[in-house]
């Protein structure tokens, strides 16, 4: 398992040891302990060209994920071909959206960026919020893996 964690901006501190803790956890509580996962942090700026390029959504967003193209058609991801590793796909989240989410929540930063990681995994792994029932499921499992790497 491989996580990397690239920064793209300049104003907020990240917990590069949380996000990773938080991405290798659930991925490991879903049985992919192989998987590579990338997380981007960036500016409203890049993720907004991301939202609009990819979603046609010309608005920064909070978090956006990419499968990797064979992730998305079956689930797995897509082998490299240096060995056994299997890359799921990139999570991106605007540390502008987080620290804005974060004081209309009343929670810190690195609560609400916890938050944001564990959301755009569970989505790399295939959980949605299409209807309210996905949505109350998904965000159990979020504040679940909040308290539990907060709790390490």
Do not use: C, W
């Not at 803790?21 to 060209?49: K, N, Q, W, Y």
């Not at 967003?61 to 299997?86: C, I, K, N, Y």
């Amino acid at each position: 398992m491989s996580i990397e964690i690239i920064n793209k901006q300049r104003t907020a501190a990240v917990d590069r040891r949380a996000i990773r803790r938080m991405a290798a956890r659930i991925l490991e509580d879903h049985g992919r302990g192989d998987a590579d996962v990338t997380v981007v942090t960036a500016s409203d700026r890049f993720v907004r060209s991301l939202n609009s390029a990819y979603r046609g959504i010309d608005a920064p967003t909070d978090v956006l994920s990419f499968g990797a193209p064979r992730a998305r058609a079956t689930g797995r991801g897509r082998h490299d071909a240096d060995g056994p590793e299997v890359v799921l796909g990139d999570v991106v989240i605007s540390t502008d959206r987080a620290a804005v989410q974060a004081e209309a929540r009343g929670v810190t930063f690195d609560r609400e960026m916890l938050k944001l990681v564990a959301h755009g995994v569970l989505h790399l792994l295939g959980h949605d919020h299409k209807d309210s029932g996905a949505r109350r499921s998904m965000a159990r499992l979020e504040n679940r893996y909040i308290r539990e790497t907060e709790e390490r």
